[in-house]
C-alpha cells in the first residue's frame, strides 16, 4: 500500500505507512521493503540526506537481489545530485548482481540507467566545452 501511495504521488501518506511496517516488520523481506519505499518516497519530496541514510539502513535487511534494487535507487539519487561517479559505481554493482541471478528485465533497467549517465556526462562535458 506505501508504494501504492508513492507511485500515486501521496509521498507524506507512503512514509507514514511505510513507517509502521518498518517498526512492524517480523522479517527482513518486510523491514527491507518498508524502508526501501520511505527512502524513495523522502527522495522524491526532494530530502535527499534521510533518502541516503534509509536507503542504507534498508541494505541491512536486503538479501542479495533486493541489493540490487538499492544500489540503483540510490545510484538514481547519486545522479539527481550530481555525484556521477558514485552513481556509476553502485549501477555497475547493482548490474553485477543481476546478471549473476540472471534476471533479464532488472539487467536491462540497469543497462539503461548506464546508458543516461552515460549521455549525461556527454552532455555536461559538451556545455562546459561550449562555455
Excluded at 505507512?17 to 523491514?31: F, M, P, T, W, Y
Excluded at 539519487?77 to 552513481?87: D, H, I, K, P, T
Excluded at 540507467?113 to 556527454?122: F, I, S, V
Amino acid at each position: 500500500m506505501s508504494d501504492s501511495l508513492r507511485v500515486l504521488g501521496n509521498y507524506r501518506a507512503s512514509i507514514t505507512i511505510g513507517e509502521r511496517v518498518a517498526k512492524s516488520a517480523l522479517d527482513n523481506k518486510h523491514q527491507f521493503w518498508a524502508l526501501h519505499v520511505v527512502a524513495t518516497s523522502k527522495q522524491y519530496m526532494g530530502d535527499y540526506d534521510e533518502a541516503i541514510s534509509l536507503f542504507i539502513q534498508s541494505q541491512a535487511f536486503a538479501n542479495e537481489l533486493y541489493l540490487s534494487f538499492s544500489y540503483q535507487h540510490l545510484g538514481k539519487l547519486y545522479v539527481e545530485q550530481g555525484r556521477l561517479s558514485e552513481a556509476e559505481a553502485l549501477f555497475n554493482d547493482a548490474l553485477n548482481i543481476r546478471q549473476k541471478y540472471d534476471k533479464p528485465l532488472l539487467k536491462a533497467s540497469t543497462l539503461k540507467a548506464l546508458r543516461g549517465l552515460e549521455a549525461l556526462r556527454k552532455h555536461n562535458t559538451r556545455n562546459a566545452n561550449e562555455s
